[in-house]
Nanobody
Framework: VQLQASGGGLVQPGGSLRLSCAAS????????IGWFRQAPGKEREGVSC????????HYADSVKGRFTISRDDAKNMVYLQMNSLEPEDTAVYYC?????????????????????WGQGTQVTVSS
């Protein structure tokens, strides 16, 4: 099982990035996928989650209206489009997979329900 997050980098405030999560080794379309982030000295925060069918999504209030999650089951990929980035978005971003059939909002509130985690990708928003 492997989850690989990529696409991070340094961007100016107001800029955009698209994170990708590549999955392999499990039945991808049976799993909800979540994005989490952790900034230095802060607790891990759930950012967004998409259901295994792709028809339900949830976003943290801090990113609602700026971030968009999507999935491509044919490619075993999940994406997080991040627009209007703010310095407060600076963190290491992780993707994770959950087999539990629960709504994305509930899954995001309980990281322990995620079965597998990828290594993170650093996002830095700074001028």
């Amino acid at each position: 099982v492997q989850l690989q997050a990529s696409g991070g980098g340094l961007v100016q405030p107001g800029g955009s990035l698209r994170l990708s999560c590549a999955a392999s080794g499990f039945a991808f379309d049976d799993y909800a996928i979540g994005w989490f982030r952790q900034a230095p000295g802060k607790e891990r925060e759930g950012v967004s989650c998409i259901s295994h069918t792709g028809d339900t999504t949830h976003y943290a209030d801090s990113v609602k209206g700026r971030f968009t999650i999507s999935r491509d089951d044919a490619k075993n990929m999940v994406y997080l489009q991040m627009n209007s980035l703010e310095p407060e978005d600076t963190a290491v971003y992780y993707c994770a997979a959950a087999a539990l059939r629960d709504d994305p909002e509930s899954l995001l509130q309980l990281p322990s329900t995620f079965d597998w985690w990828g290594q993170g990708t650093q996002v830095t928003v700074s001028s």
